[in-house]
């Protein structure tokens, strides 16, 4: 990312930004909402509706909070709160820039890793124009 690891890690924990670059290419940008409570233990939640009006939402549980370093959360869709995953987003200085490494696991089968995997490199694509 061509931002600093705070510039690229206040993208993530602060509502005001987040809904301005957060979801997959097909969300409604104008329609994304998020709630955040920042701490080990705070909770998450973000909705979105999609280009064909399809409301989202996704939440979770902050596990890890290393402010401009780390974040750790659990993800679970509203539609499939049982199907709850793992997110780990670290970021570290790489020359004028950040290399920001996201993994995503603990998934219930192959084909919603694939599925998530898809969305999480549109979100990022996204992520990079609004810190350009």
Known sequence: MKAEPEKVYAAWIDPAQLIRWFGPGQVRQDTVRAEIDLRPGGRYRISFDNDGGTYNEV????REVVPNARLVF????????????LVTV?????????????????FLDAETRDRHREGWLSV????AGFLA
């Open 74 to 85: 659990t993800w679970a869709w509203h539609s499939t709160p049982e199907r709850e995953s």
């Open 124 to 127: 990022l694509d996204k992520l």
């Open 90 to 106: 670290s970021l570290a200085p790489d020359g004028d820039g950040t290399l920001l490494t996201l993994i995503h696991a603990q």
């Open 59 to 62: 939440g979770g549980v902050y």
